[in-house]
């Protein structure tokens, strides 16, 4: 009866914290969220201010990242461009998660021909290449910021509605599910209450690693010109309008792949940190 | 006083296995035309070896399994069968409390919360008194209401569990072998506590066990199930005195401190499940007295004086 203070958070936290290179990933996350929210008080060119006279400077203290071939500073669109990859990359996420969340909990619970339907739409949906069915839906909906969000959630949702499912399969056996049952509570207690509350450390470990693939997913697309469009800018954009300067202006590429790289790179580490520190299996 | 406040009669439950894609379906007779009654203030230990389909009854009764066919009757009232809406109002006359004490508590959820679950589903008021009051009369220490599960031992949760069973005051609860996980040291402090309960509360239990000794000393009647057939029913003197059926006394004979060196007989025979299920009589395959008979004719229960009742050919 030790461990008076005991809480999910506290063991996981008390795990994670010993992981360095987790907190590395969780400090470059918090970092950039805040240099997103913040672009307005820390930049001094507006990101779509054209400068000709200065266009393809390279970096300096008035240009930190150099300009591109209209003259605006790299910089400043890069922080601007950070609001666009990082809120892409969590409503996506948000999106993606719900869905599989919410079928894979039906899934799992109710089973039989629901959870055969549902299954079955996942394993249509995982059949066909995710960057084809992306590049469908895009040339059918059009090129948006929003349209970018949309898409990536509706077709990153399955590998968590079977992760969700199969712990639903198994806790829905529990005896402590059970006894809540002849206790009368209801199915939607019984799924929120008793189920979804065990079920939710991978579901957060998934958010994370998702966070960081939509980043790279909607870099990709905005670099093909089927993501985010111009004049708004994203990673993916600065990056792709660089590339024609490639051999002139380095810069132009460098900073926005360099910003892609670690922020995926953090989610990453973060992600994988979190996934030991969840897992109940691994503990000293 | 001799309101029956349970009545099973005839249920049978098959669970078919997953036949995969291009294997067939079987399907297993978990509970094969069980009846018993249970009177009120009453308790009827239901005993039998593990996979004898003693656990599928149990939840049959507080439906958590439906029967294939046959019905159970609480208090009057037909209750298999009836959807969930129509249930809910019954559900907290009757509770039941599992084996494992650690697979039935929430491990995200505070120990207060747990018990008071049941009340708060029926809208109950002043929850928080009564789970204190019920922590207090189960044994458990007061500051056990903000703690987690996992901070307690497996009596001390089966405690929890218990608690968690009867707060709501149901009539009638199912108790599904509560103490066979514990340590021995721990075993009698739970039966005790039970016994105790049921007498302060007026309970009805039907106890679910494969360990005679303590069928025994709580049970008044006892049925003797083999693989999902009852084969013997009686009162517990009258079972332990004059075992009737070779089943009951290979049980008897397999507890040391009851009937030591006359197992030798019934253990050396192979348990083949195949056969058990072949129109004659289920023990067939592992009797030491089996005649012709035995294999081709299912017995019937038969009442032998004083409503101790056996389904045996064989008359002793």
Redesign the interface.
């Known amino acids: 009866?030790?461990?008076k203070n005991?809480s999910?958070g506290g063991v996981i936290w008390g795990k994670l914290k010993k992981n360095k290179l987790a907190l590395i990933g969780a400090g470059v996350v918090i970092l950039l969220s805040i240099l997103a929210l913040a672009a307005p008080f820390l930049t001094v060119y507006s990101p779509g201010e054209q400068d000709i006279g200065n266009r393809l400077l390279a970096p300096s203290a008035q240009h930190l990242c150099g300009t591109d071939e209209l003259g605006r500073d790299i910089f400043s669109r890069m922080l601007y461009g950070a609001r666009v990859s990082l809120s892409v990359g969590f409503i996506a996420v948000f999106i993606s998660t719900f869905i599989g969340v919410a079928l894979g909990a039906l899934a799992g619970y109710f089973g039989g021909l629901l959870d055969n339907i549902i299954m079955r739409i996942v394993d249509i949906m995982l059949s066909i290449p995710n960057l084809y069915l992306i590049l469908m839906m895009i040339t059918f909906f059009g090129p948006s910021i929003f349209n970018v969000m949309l898409i990536i959630g509706l077709t990153s949702w399955m590998d968590l509605a079977r992760m969700v499912r199969a712990e639903f399969l198994s806790l829905k056996h529990?005896?402590?599910?059970?006894?809540?049952?002849?206790?009368?509570?209801?199915n939607s207690?019984i799924i929120f209450?008793?189920i979804l509350?065990?079920a939710l450390s991978p579901v957060f470990v998934s958010v994370i690693f998702g966070v960081g693939g939509a980043i790279l997913l909607e870099s990709g697309l905005s670099f093909l010109g089927l993501g985010v469009q111009p004049p708004d800018s994203s990673w993916g954009i600065i990056l792709s309008s660089g590339k024609d300067y490639i051999d002139k202006a380095w810069w132009l590429t460098f900073f926005p792949g360099l910003a892609i790289f670690i922020t995926v790179l953090s989610y990453n580490l973060l992600g994988e940190g979190l996934r030991d520190a969840v897992d109940p299996r691994l503990v000293e | 006083m001799n309101n029956k406040l349970i009545v099973v009669k005839d249920i049978k439950k098959t669970f078919k296995t997953a036949g995969g894609f291009f294997g067939q379906a079987k399907s297993v007779y978990a509970v094969n035309r069980v009846s018993f009654e249970i009177e009120e203030g009453k308790t009827l230990g239901l005993v039998g070896e593990s996979g004898c389909g003693k656990t599928t009854v149990g939840k049959i009764i507080v439906n958590l399994e439906r029967p294939d066919s046959g019905q159970v009757v609480f208090n009057g009232k037909k209750i298999s069968g009836l959807a969930e809406k129509e249930l809910r109002p019954l559900r907290n006359n009757m509770q039941i409390i599992f084996q494992d004490p650690f697979a039935s508590l929430n491990p995200r959820i505070r120990i207060g919360k747990a018990i008071g679950e049941t009340l708060k589903i029926y809208g109950v008021s002043d929850i928080e008194k009564k789970v204190r009051a019920m922590i207090k009369e189960v044994g458990l220490p007061e500051d056990t209401y903000y703690r987690y599960p996992h901070e307690f031992s497996g009596g001390q949760r089966q405690r929890i569990c218990i608690a968690r069973a009867l707060v709501g005051r149901p009539k009638f609860v199912v108790c599904d072998e509560p103490i066979s996980s514990l340590d021995v040291s721990i075993q009698s402090q739970i039966i005790n506590l039970l016994k105790d309960l049921k007498k302060a509360l007026n309970l009805t239990y039907l106890f679910i066990s494969h360990d005679l000794r303590v069928v025994k000393n709580i049970c008044d009647n006892i049925s003797v199930m083999y693989f999902g057939n009852i084969v013997e029913e009686g009162t517990t003197e009258e079972i332990f005195a004059m075992p009737l059926h070779p089943y009951t006394r290979l049980l008897i004979a397999s507890v040391p401190s009851m009937g030591a060196g006359k197992k030798e007989k019934y253990f050396n025979r192979p348990i083949d499940n195949k056969t058990a299920n072949a129109g004659g009589c289920a023990f067939y395959t592992r009797c030491p007295n089996r005649q012709d008979k035995c294999a081709g004719e299912i017995p019937e229960l038969v009442d032998r004086g004083k409503g101790h009742r056996v389904a045996c050919h064989l008359n002793y």
């Open positions: 009866m030790q461990n005991f999910i529990r005896e402590y599910v059970l006894s809540a049952r002849v206790a009368g509570a209801s207690r209450h008793h509350r065990n």
